[in-house]
């Protein structure tokens, strides 16, 4: 796998998604200590990567869905830093209209379809997508992402037997970090390589480094291809890192710093910046456009949200229960 298979401007591009959602994260455990930003608050920082090598690979209409660290996934797919923010702060104008929070981002418009607090709930779903979109005809897939702790449950494993068996177009995504919370996976089974779970089902698997762009890419869109040909699912297991704790409750002292230190050494923003000036396709000053064009982005964001409404309390009885019709039934 070149990393000079992209091009410079893709190259660009990477850098300030990826910048973007490094310094909106930043800023969100920042909010968060200052109760701007209430509930539980998992933050991204690190992983990137896993989420900018998808979306250089998915098509508009492609689905994507997730756990509860997913304050980057719906920006991936086209959702708003401003609508993301003021989720994150309760407001009317955030993406799930202020009622889901941190946990809960939502967006039917850009396809994304959670954010799911249930550790592993968001397995099945991602594999009913695929379903509807098997039965309806059309070439969409859905990626569905999951931490390390999520493939214990037994939703996981149920929803690989389906999709294998079905032949669905979805990509599960393990975004192993190495820790369920504060519990390594070292200590929680004797599979570490997560991917060989996938065998069990004769499901095509693989582990990759997630903390390279290139390499998220390169697996992604081998998936991909293979799901919009009809020829079914695919189980990848991206090797990660959060540098942060599982929350902004957790001070991680289940870790040590020499292996922070080791896998910050990895970092994946500085791998795709030290790409960029190695080959001068930027200057100083081009980068420091780069690196102040997001800051206004996230101050933006912030901005926004402070001064959006939160929701009327009639919104309490709104989109509890939703209208649809059913024109595949036969009478």
């Known amino acids: 796998m070149g990393k000079l298979k992209f091009s410079k401007d893709q190259y660009l591009k990477w850098y300030e998604e990826m910048l973007l959602y490094r310094k909106f994260e930043e ?7 200052q109760q701007k930003i209430r509930g539980f608050c998992h933050l991204y920082i690190g992983q990137e990567a896993l989420v900018a090598g998808a979306a250089s690979v998915l098509l508009k209409d492609d689905n994507m869905i997730t756990a509860y660290r997913d304050h980057v996934h719906p ?11 003021a989720e994150l702060f ?11 929070g941190s946990m809960h981002m939502f967006s039917k418009e850009h396809r994304f379809f959670g954010g799911h607090g249930i550790v592993g709930g968001q397995i099945p779903l991602g594999a009913g997508i ?28 149920e929803a690989l037997n389906m999709a294998m068996t079905w032949k669905l177009p979805v990509v599960f995504i393990i975004e192993n970090n190495n820790y369920a919370m504060g519990t390594s996976v070292e200590r929680t089974s004797n599979i570490t390589d997560l991917y060989k779970l996938g065998h069990a089902y004769e499901m095509p698997s693989s582990a990759m480094d997630g903390m390279t762009v290139e390499d998220v890419h390169f697996a992604i869109e081998e998936a991909v291809l293979r799901a919009r040909k ?35 050494a990895q ?14 396709w930027a200057s100083d000053e081009e980068l420091e456009t780069i690196n102040n064009r997001v800051k206004d982005v996230v101050e933006d964001s912030v901005t926004f949200a402070e001064e959006s409404p939160y929701p009327e309390a009639s919104e309490l009885y709104t989109d509890v229960y939703a209208e649809a019709d059913y024109p595949y039934i036969v009478d």
């Open 130 to 157: 695929a379903f509807a979109d098997k039965f309806l005809g059309n070439d969409n897939v859905t990626l569905c992402y999951m931490g390390d702790g999520a493939v214990r449950q037994g939703a996981f494993h």
């Open 75 to 85: 920006m991936a797919k086209g959702v708003t830093p401003r609508a993301v923010m």
């Open 27 to 33: 800023k969100a455990g920042q909010l968060y200590i």
């Open 267 to 280: 970092d994946p923003i500085q791998k795709v910046l030290k790409t960029i000036i190695e080959n001068k």
């Open 90 to 100: 309760a407001k009317s104008t955030g993406c799930s209209k202020g009622k889901g």
């Open 230 to 264: 009809g020829d079914g699912p695919t189980l990848l297991e991206m090797k990660t890192y959060r540098y942060r704790g599982h929350s902004m409750s957790d001070p991680a002292k289940y870790r040590t710093k020499e292996e922070v230190e080791e896998y910050k």
